[in-house]
């Protein structure tokens, strides 16, 4: 069974900071991943996809970036975090050439 | 604005009641999925339904698709107090998931 983590849980980070969340999917080889942001109460928008190892393509541009470094492992980051960076950020994962997406458990970011 | 919409931001119904959610969208589409998201945690899909079936059912949960009218409904019976969560409504655009706004149900016991 396929498994998707994400750390860390939760982050209280200050503007300007710098920010790192991870992502891992486990009993999957090659699968398709995206990182979503929400905010409170909010839909879900998708931030970066990824079909494989080093290829991120970016869907919004919000001052973040993200990294594919391992097949299973998908890095959400900025240098310099903004107050409108808090949010619920998810991770999900899907099997090639499918359209259903399996979403992590999320790290909310409260950024002061 | 969004390609896929619910069209009530929240309902509210007693347990063992049975609730309809209902989402538009505005494109052609191959395939509608509905979401269900609770508190603290990620979405779970619950069913997709493809542009060329009219009803597909999941246990207590049945979605219709209308592609003439551009509209999909997802309907539950005999809700419990777990049903309650945010319910999004999803759609392909140009290799993008879409989700809408969600219905925020609240079941009362």
């Known amino acids: 069974a396929q498994t998707i983590h994400q750390w860390p849980v939760a982050e209280i980070k200050a503007v300007g900071s710098p920010l790192s969340l991870g992502c891992t999917i486990k009993?999957?080889?090659?699968?398709?991943l995206y990182w979503y942001w929400q905010a409170t109460g909010g839909t879900l928008q998708q931030l970066f996809y990824?079909?494989?190892?080093?290829?991120v393509e970016s869907v919004v541009q919000l001052n973040l970036s993200a990294s594919r470094p391992k097949d299973d492992q998908f890095i959400l980051s900025t240098e310099k975090l903004l107050l409108s960076h808090s949010g619920f950020y998810l991770c999900?994962?899907?099997?090639?050439?499918?359209?259903?997406?399996?979403f992590g458990p999320g790290t909310r970011l409260l950024v002061l | 604005s969004q390609l896929a919409e619910e069209n009530l931001w929240a309902l509210s119904v007693h347990e063992g009641e049975s609730v309809t959610v209902n989402c538009s969208y505005k494109?052609?589409?191959?395939?509608l999925q509905w979401y269900r998201q609770k508190s603290g945690e990620g979405p779970a899909q619950l069913i997709l339904?493809?542009?060329?079936?009219r009803e597909k059912r999941n246990g207590r949960l049945r979605a219709t698709l209308d592609t003439s009218s551009q509209s999909s409904s997802l309907s539950i019976t005999a809700t419990r107090c777990e049903d309650t969560a945010v319910y999004f409504c999803?759609?392909?655009?140009?290799?993008?998931?879409?989700f809408g706004q969600g219905t925020k149900l609240s079941i009362k016991p």
């Open positions: 339904i493809r542009s060329n079936e």
């Open positions: 999900a994962w899907s099997p090639w050439g499918q359209d259903t997406q399996y």
């Open positions: 494109t052609s589409i191959t395939a």
């Open positions: 999803a759609t392909y655009n140009q290799g993008k998931l879409i």
């Open positions: 990824s079909i494989t190892v080093g290829q």
């Open positions: 009993g999957k080889s090659s699968p398709n």
